[in-house]
Each structure stands twice: as structure tokens, then as C-alpha cells.
């Protein structure tokens, strides 16, 4: 008889082998790996073994913190040697904006726990002498840095399963995956067929071809990398004899080199720029243990500022070079969690650092898959966040980017190339014509800001105020004075129908189901009360609902709605994408370019702030919310795409006489942080909760039932830990992004510091839970209370702006010197702002 197991893992890497230990830690025996080879036949095998917890997402670097934190753990269960290295290490900065990059990345660490240091090129050469230090302006060192043996740690994971029951088949190739009526999956190999509740796409190189089985293109690539060991050097045997230790890692930007000891010798990758894919269509079955031929051309470029940094490295003999294929998504980051439209296939696949990222996959993963929810934000992380438009070759070009950009600094106002346009609305030609620089938002081209003449219509790239200030500030001037029109194609829509669809979203939501006709915000929790959205819902009928929310969560949330549907078919939930498009006008005389544009009443009395109407708009029919992210007057316009050309110009005609003004992206975050309004991926995300969010009065209390009422009842009732925050910062020449650290003048620790997403040692338990990081970050009376999650300028009120979540005690504090924010290395006085800067009653926007 068939055997039936509650999930098969397919690929024996260090990703599979994580995967199978964490189901089997969580209690999953019944659990098995089917291998096609040998363990770590992919890519495993010949990795370079190094890890490190820096990564440009505070939750994703938590995660490798806990990867980092097992294997010492994993060594104990298992007797097997993981052969690990814990030697710290640098990043080298050459430039100012390197350092200002560096900076940041220290400050962050401030409230994550991190152990960082920003120290000179000197210092960093006493740890790794083989540098010349000349070429260096600073560098950031991180003691929890090093490498392991790859073979030795994914052979720990696999003995760590077994010993708790999961079992492992090798040298048995999966061919085919079909699923039965009843969802059980029939797992075809070469020895026969298996069943399994659950399957998880754990086969790295060939994760392409194991989502092909089931009709899934996942965006995921191989490319070739190179790394080379050079023979025994006299500088690195002198350096072990006389310091008694090994050499440090070192990240070189400018050389995209990383470079670190490896036997008496040294070891050096690099992200070249000439990258290369490897089997950009298909992953030949075949290809076992086996190298890519060495290509030292491409190399040439990073080895010659390599000899530059590293003279000695020009005089050692070169030992081998291994080239070898490994797996990226289009961000870098790994494809996580459950498939969207498919019944428990799983994703673990994209995984590009395995070593440091193997451990935080395995333990998300199987908290997913046994208790319904990851347990931590890993939005970076999941399969959701890309959509079917992340096409072969998308992937493709956007996987060539993020190689070749690996040590390169991301600005804050640096939107990337490759793979665009890649989507685009009907006005992109007309926006481009009017000097727009566009924005990429899940592949769909946005207005971001307009520039007076073509040839000033780009970003300088600047962590600092850049060229774009002065004309996002006149667009921003133009709607609170008169009228401005934006495109808002790049929002979520999604239409709810059907007799259930009112039981279905006053289950799902916090708010109460709007009326006929209006309109509420509302957020969205999981199981454990946490924030997991933010919409704006417009009851079009009694059974229909249109829901706005964040773009680039489309997938994810569609998995969630689509996971609560009820099974009698009483509710249809369907994206809209961009079948329809949207436009918004606001301002104090949005109201008149409206009226001079419909055949309807939209004074107030009858087109009341919060009211939802259909109506044809410039003789398009359109669906109308009288609401807009400014927080002024103003009004959203859905329509569909053939009609959006006409309804943009007619509301460009209407509005002349106003001065009515075309205005982007950044000119509505901006408006935005002057109303306080928070943002989903920045303010809202799953690691708070509604009244830690300050999204209280969105909550209907009095309703029987909602998913994470329970646990949002006791957060109101317990008092919040975290507050949600809005401050004005005394800035100067750079505003806040994201990540600043938040410093208060308060004698005693208030107790509640720790950042959800912090690491630094001790972080996890052996249960995996985390436990509290001991703040590192006091100077004087000083100490680091809390952190920013977006900034920037409010061009109308006239002042630096950000977010950021403090202590819940610490809140309300409005006395005076008793807040910082550091900006790029300095601390600049801040105060809390209760009340919104800009139109601080909301009668603006209710007129
Ligand atoms: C040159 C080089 C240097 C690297 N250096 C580092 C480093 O320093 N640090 C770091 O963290 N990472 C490094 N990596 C990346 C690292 O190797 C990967 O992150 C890691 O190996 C990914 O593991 P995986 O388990 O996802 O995939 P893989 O190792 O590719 O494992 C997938 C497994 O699935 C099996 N499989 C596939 N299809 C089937 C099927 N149909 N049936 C059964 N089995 C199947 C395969 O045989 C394979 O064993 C490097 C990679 C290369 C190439």
C-alpha cells in the first residue's frame, strides 16, 4: 500500500535539510526528503560557507541571526561537526556615500541589538593586514560574521531529523506532482509513487522545473558565480603564528569582492558585472556534482581593484577556481511559504545565502505549515510578494541587476532599471511627455515627481535632499493651495461579492461593514491579533464591496482572503490589478473641477467626505470615493483603462483655470506624513498589533467576532508595549527614511526597547523563541527607546517629518529636548507631534 506522510520535502540541500529538521522539531515525524542524488547535490556543495546577519530587511537579518545562533546547538544534538569559523568581519567603505551607507547601517543595529562598530581603515587592518588601507575611508565591523562547512552543516540538519523521526530518501528523482480531489498530493519518483498532505519545493537549482510540475512559474534564476583559493600565503601564516587567530571576513564595495582565510591561503568572490545566467529555461536534469568551466576574463575587472586593495593577493599562487550556479529571485531574497491558488505546496527555493539564511527558511517554514502563521514578519521573504507579471524573462533581468548590484549602495531615492517599463497604464506616454520620473511599484510604472524640462528628469541619487525637493514642494504647494490630479493605478483592488461577502468581511476586518453607499478604513489581523492589512472598503451594493489596499501585498493578501472564503461558494473575491485604473484630484478646489465634469450633486450635503458614488465622470463611468491619502479635499476616481485618457484630460482641462497641477508619489507621501497617516509595509506590518499602531478607533470593539479579536482585546486592555509615534525633527539638509534609531533622555530604562525584529546575542532559545536583547545603546542619559519607519519632508507645513514606534510610557511625551533621531551619524532634537502638522481637526478634508 501507498504509504501517506504528512509532508514530503523534495531536495536534499541545506535548505530541505533545515526544513525537514524544523517539521520534525515541531513535531511533524511523520515527514520525509526525497533527494534526486546525494545530499547537497545542487548547489550546497561547493558554497564558499559564509554567513552573516547584516541584511538590508531588519526581519530577514533577524532570521539570519537565528540561522547563525543553531548551528552551535546543532553541533550538540548531532555530534557532526559544522566546522564552524565565527571570525567577524568588515565592510569597507571608499567613498563618503559608502560610509553614509555604513553610518546607517550601524545606527540601525543601535535598537536591533547588533554588536557593531564603525571603525578606521586602520583598525581594519590590524584584524586583515593583507589590505592597503589607503583606499579605504571606514569600515563597520560585525562580530557575528564567519564560515562553516557546508557539507558538515547540511549533514547536521539531516542527522538532527532523523534523530526526531523524519526519514530521507537519496538517489530517488521526483518526475511528476499530481493532487487528488481531497488535496492529497501523489509524489511520482523513480521508486514509485508517494503520498503526502503537504510538499514542499525545497530542490534549489531545479526549483524552476519542481513548480513546473504543478502549472507554476516561480521567478527564480540561476546564475554562475566564481570564487577562487589561492596557495598558502607567508602574510596569512605570519598573521596566524603571531596573533594566535584566523584572518577576519572583508567586504570590499568598490571591488564587489568578499575575501576571508581559507587554510593557510585566502579565498576571494565576486559579484562581477559581467554576470552570467546558467540555464535560463531549463535546469538540466542531468547536471550533477559537477563545476562550470572557470572564466577569469569576467573576473578580470574585480581582480584588478582586488590586487589594488589586497597587494599580497597578486604575488599568491592561484590553487583553483570553482564556478558554480546558484539561485536568486528578482530582490535577492528567498520565495517563502505557501503558493498562492494551490493547496499546500509550499515554497522554500531562492534561497542565494544559504548559510546564513537556511536556519530562519526552516523555522518560518515550519511554523507556517503547523500552525498556520510563520510567527515572524517574513513579507521579504514570502513567494506572495512577486505576481504572475515576474515572467522568465523578468526574472531574468531584474536576477542580472541584483548580482551585479550585490555590494552596491541602494539609495533612498534610487529607483533600479533593469526589466523596465515593465507594466504600464495608459497615461505612461502622457506622464513621460510632462517630465515625470517614473517609479517601479510591483512592476507597474508610477509617477513618482514631474521635472520642468526632460533633461532634469531623473533622481541624483542622494541619502541627503536631492534635485527632486524644490518641485515635489510645488507639488505639494499646488494641492494644498488650489488642486493637483495624480494617477493611482499602483493601489490594490479587489471586488468582494455575493450573498456572504458582508459575514465574510466582517469576519476578516476589525471595522464595521460600511453602509450602502460609504466608505470605512479598516485594518486586518491575523490569528495572534497582529497587523496583516490596511483598507478602504466602498459598499457599492448590498452583496458588493470594493477594497482598496496596498499594491505590492496583492498575492498576499488575495492567499489570506482566498484561505477564509467559506466553502458553500456565497462569496467571490477577485483582484482587479489593473483592469481598472485610478486617478485622484485633491485640494481645496478639487470639489469644482469635480462638478464641472458630472451631471450629479457633489456638494457635501450630498457627496459626503466617506461616501462612495458611481457616476460617469467626463462621460467615463467611474466609481467615485470621496476620500484621498492627502487628508485634504478631495476625491479617488476608479475607471476602466480605455476611459482613463479622456477622464485625465478632461480633469486637466477643468482644472486650468485653478492652476491645477500634475503631482506624483512622493508629493502624497508627503502630504500623508503631514496628516500622520500611517503606511502598510512601513507603520503596519505583522510585528504590531492595532492599538500599537494607534489603529484603535478602526476597531469595532462591540463586534462578537473577528479574526484576532481575542488577542487585540488583551493588547487594549494589557496597555500596549509599542506606541506608533509622529515626530518633527529639527533636520538639517537629510530627513528621516526608515530604520533611524530614536534616542530619549530618560535616566532609566523604560523596559520596553526592543525592537520585534532585533537580533544580537542571546536572540532565540532552543525552542526558537526569541528572547529579549539587552539594549546596547546608552550615552550618558541618552539611550536608544525606539525606531523610525518612514520619513521625509511635509513641503506645507514646512517641516522634517517622520514615523517610528517608542515605548508605549514614552508616547505622549511632548516636553521639550527629551527626543533624538539619528540622521546619517548625527542626532537632531525631535519632538512628538499628537496631532497631525496639517489640518490638525480633518474639518479640510470633511468641507
Ligand atoms: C560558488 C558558490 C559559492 C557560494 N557561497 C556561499 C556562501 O559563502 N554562503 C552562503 O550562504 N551561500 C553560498 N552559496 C549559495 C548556497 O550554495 C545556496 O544558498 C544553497 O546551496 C542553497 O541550497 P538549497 O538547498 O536551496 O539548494 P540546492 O543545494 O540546489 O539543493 C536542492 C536539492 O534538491 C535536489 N532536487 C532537485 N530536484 C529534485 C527532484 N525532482 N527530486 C529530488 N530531488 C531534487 C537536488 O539534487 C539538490 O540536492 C554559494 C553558491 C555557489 C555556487
Not at 501507498?2 to 523534495?10: E, H, L, S
Not at 573576473?299 to 582586488?306: D, F, K, M, N, T
Not at 465622470?617 to 492627502?630: F, S
Amino acid at each position: 500500500m501507498t504509504q501517506t506522510y504528512r509532508a514530503i520535502v523534495i531536495g536534499g540541500g541545506v535548505v530541505g535539510c533545515s526544513v525537514l529538521y524544523h517539521l520534525a522539531k515541531a513535531g511533524w515525524t511523520d515527514v520525509l526528503l526525497i533527494e534526486r542524488a546525494e545530499l547537497t547535490a545542487g548547489s550546497t556543495w561547493h558554497a564558499a560557507g559564509g554567513f552573516h546577519t547584516l541584511n538590508g530587511d531588519p526581519n530577514v537579518a533577524a532570521l539570519q541571526a537565528y540561522t547563525i545562533s543553531l548551528y552551535e546547538e546543532l553541533e550538540k544534538m548531532t555530534g557532526q561537526s559544522c566546522g564552524l569559523h565565527l571570525v567577524g568581519g568588515v565592510q569597507m567603505a571608499d567613498s563618503p556615500e559608502r560610509l553614509d551607507f555604513l553610518r546607517m547601517a550601524h545606527a540601525r543595529g543601535r535598537y536591533l541589538g547588533m554588536e557593531t562598530e564603525l571603525i578606521t581603515p586602520s583598525e581594519a587592518k590590524a584584524m586583515f593586514p593583507l589590505m592597503d588601507e589607503s583606499h579605504f575611508v571606514g569600515a563597520l565591523w560585525d562580530p557575528v560574521e564567519g564560515h562553516l562547512d557546508p557539507s558538515g552543516t547540511t549533514h547536521a540538519y539531516a542527522k538532527a531529523a532523523r534523530m526526531l523521526g523524519a526519514q530521507i530518501e537519496l538517489r530517488n528523482p521526483v518526475h511528476e506532482l499530481t493532487q487528488d480531489p481531497d488535496g492529497t498530493w501523489n509524489v511520482v519518483t523513480q521508486n514509485g509513487t508517494y503520498r503526502a498532505e503537504h510538499v514542499v519545493n525545497a530542490a534549489g537549482l531545479w526549483a524552476r522545473e519542481v513548480g513546473r510540475m504543478v502549472g507554476l512559474e516561480l521567478p527564480v534564476l540561476a546564475m554562475e558565480h566564481m570564487y577562487l583559493l589561492t596557495e598558502p600565503m607567508p602574510e596569512v601564516i605570519e598573521f596566524n603564528e603571531t596573533m594566535g587567530r584566523e584572518l577576519i571576513h572583508v567586504i570590499d564595495f568598490k571591488g564587489e569582492i568578499y575575501t576571508r582565510q581559507e587554510g593557510k591561503g585566502i579565498l576571494l568572490g565576486t559579484y562581477e558585472q559581467a554576470c552570467k545566467p546558467w540555464s535560463p529555461v531549463n535546469t538540466p536534469w542531468d547536471f550533477g556534482q559537477d563545476l562550470l568551466p572557470p572564466d577569469l576574463d569576467r573576473l578580470a575587472p574585480s581582480l584588478e581593484v582586488g590586487f589594488r586593495h589586497f597587494p599580497p593577493y597578486e604575488r599568491a599562487g592561484i590553487k583553483q577556481i570553482i564556478n558554480g550556479p546558484f539561485t536568486f529571485a528578482p530582490d535577492g531574497n528567498p520565495l517563502v511559504g505557501p503558493v498562492p491558488g494551490l493547496t499546500n505546496y509550499w515554497s522554500a527555493c531562492a534561497v542565494m545565502a544559504g548559510f546564513s539564511q537556511g536556519g530562519g527558511v526552516g523555522l518560518v517554514l515550519a511554523n507556517w505549515m503547523t500552525e498556520g502563521d510563520p510567527g515572524h514578519d517574513v513579507f521579504g521573504m514570502d513567494v506572495a510578494r512577486f505576481g504572475d507579471w515576474a515572467t522568465l524573462r523578468y526574472t531574468n533581468a531584474k536576477v542580472r541587476e541584483n548580482y551585479s548590484r550585490r555590494f552596491s549602495i541602494r539609495f533612498p531615492n534610487e529607483e533600479l532599471p533593469a526589466a523596465r517599463p515593465h507594466l504600464t497604464t495608459p497615461l505612461y506616454d502622457l506622464m513621460r511627455a510632462q517630465h515625470a520620473v517614473m517609479g517601479d511599484t510591483w512592476g507597474l510604472e508610477t509617477p513618482l515627481w514631474f521635472a520642468p524640462s526632460a533633461e532634469e528628469a531623473h533622481d541624483i541619487h542622494s541619502f541627503h535632499r536631492s534635485n527632486d525637493f524644490a518641485h515635489v514642494g510645488a507639488e505639494v504647494r499646488a494641492v494644498r493651495e488650489s488642486v493637483g490630479v495624480t494617477e493611482i493605478a499602483n493601489f490594490a483592488k479587489y471586488v468582494v461579492t455575493g450573498p456572504g461577502a458582508e459575514a465574510f468581511l466582517d469576519r476578516l476586518m476589525t471595522n464595521r461593514v460600511p453602509k450602502p453607499g460609504r466608505i470605512v478604513l479598516t485594518p486586518m489581523l491575523n490569528h495572534a491579533g497582529k497587523l496583516i492589512g490596511d483598507f478602504t472598503i466602498a459598499r457599492a451594493g448590498p452583496e458588493r464591496f470594493q477594497i482598496l489596499g496596498s499594491l505590492a501585498a496583492t498575492k498576499y493578501h488575495l492567499r489570506w482572503f482566498e484561505q477564509h472564503l467559506p466553502k458553500d461558494g456565497s462569496v467571490q473575491v477577485r483582484a482587479l490589478g489593473i483592469e481598472l485604473m485610478g486617478l485622484s484630484i485633491a485640494g481645496p478646489k478639487s470639489r469644482e473641477v469635480l462638478a464641472a465634469l458630472v451631471d450629479e450633486d457633489v456638494s457635501n450635503d450630498a457627496f459626503r467626505f466617506m461616501d462612495y458614488r458611481e457616476m460617469d465622470v467626463a462621460g467615463a463611468p467611474c466609481r467615485v470615493n470621496r476620500i484621498t491619502y492627502t487628508g485634504d479635499l478631495g476625491y479617488e476616481i476608479w475607471m476602466p483603462p480605455e476611459y482613463q485618457r479622456r477622464v485625465y484630460t478632461a480633469i486637466k482641462d477643468a482644472g486650468a483655470p485653478h492652476g491645477i497641477r500634475d503631482f506624483g508619489m512622493r508629493a502624497l507621501l508627503s502630504m500623508r506624513l503631514e496628516k500622520n497617516f500611517p503606511t502598510w509595509f512601513a507603520e503596519l506590518r505583522p510585528i504590531y498589533g492595532p492599538v500599537e499602531g494607534a489603529m484603535e478607533r478602526f476597531v469595532a470593539w462591540q463586534k462578537p467576532d473577528f479574526i484576532g479579536r481575542e488577542a487585540a482585546l488583551q493588547e487594549r486592555d494589557q496597555g500596549p508595549r509599542l506606541r506608533r509615534v509622529s515626530l518633527i525633527i529639527e533636520a538639517d539638509g537629510a530627513d528621516a527614511i526608515a530604520d533611524e534609531p530614536i534616542w530619549a533622555r530618560v535616566p532609566d530604562d523604560p523596559g520596553t526597547v526592543t525592537a520585534p525584529h532585533s537580533y544580537g546575542p542571546p536572540r532565540f532559545d532552543a525552542a526558537g523563541t526569541r528572547q529579549p536583547t539587552p539594549h546596547p545603546s546608552v550615552s550618558g542619559d541618552w539611550r536608544v527607546v525606539g525606531w523610525v519607519t518612514s520619513g521625509g519632508y511635509g513641503h506645507h507645513v514646512g517641516l522634517s517629518l517622520a514615523q517610528g514606534y517608542l515605548p508605549a510610557a514614552l508616547a505622549t511625551r511632548t516636553d521639550p529636548d527629551l527626543f533624538e533621531v539619528e540622521i546619517l551619524g548625527h542626532r537632531r532634537p525631535a519632538r512628538i507631534a499628537l496631532d497631525p502638522p496639517f489640518d490638525p481637526t480633518g474639518a479640510k478634508m470633511r468641507s
